[in-house]
Nanobody
Framework: QVQLVESGGGPVQAGDSLRLSCVLS????????MGWFRRAPGEEREFVAA????????YYADSVKGRFTISRDNAKNMVYLQMDSLKPEDTAVYYC????????????????????WGQGTQVTVSS
């Protein structure tokens, strides 16, 4: 069984920083692309960032590029999302997820390409 648990969310002011963490229990982990998605109230789940299984490649949504940084620690089965210069529009529930297939070379950005999913952590940014 595979489980993902996000943490690190909370209420912050615009311009603040926040670091989200996700731990995956169960193997394998290191040979899968990992991604972060978010869902704002009343909206569909949206891609945020993804990182290749070897950490060499990352991909970001235009809305967060230059502000967010995804990273991973395969030894700890952890993936992180460092969020800087937060904006009110970043308010959402943030989810981490594992790619559905191992050893993929091209980073996927669609929810259908990921699973299982974590339960999410709430990020609320006030202006």
């Amino acid at each position: 069984q595979v489980q993902l648990v996000e943490s690190g969310g909370g209420p912050v002011q615009a311009g603040d920083s926040l670091r989200l963490s996700c731990v995956l229990s169960g193997r394998p982990f290191s040979n899968y692309i990992m991604g972060w998605f978010r869902r704002a109230p009343g909206e569909e789940r949206e891609f945020v960032a993804a990182i290749s299984w070897n950490g060499d490649n990352t991909y970001y949504a235009d809305s967060v590029k230059g502000r967010f940084t995804i990273s991973r620690d395969n030894a700890k089965n952890m993936v992180y999302l460092q969020m800087d210069s937060l904006k009110p529009e970043d308010t959402a529930v943030y989810y981490c997820a594992r790619d559905t297939a191992p050893w993929r070379v091209t980073i996927a950005t669609q929810p259908r390409d990921f699973g299982p999913w974590g339960q999410g952590t709430q990020v609320t940014v006030s202006s």
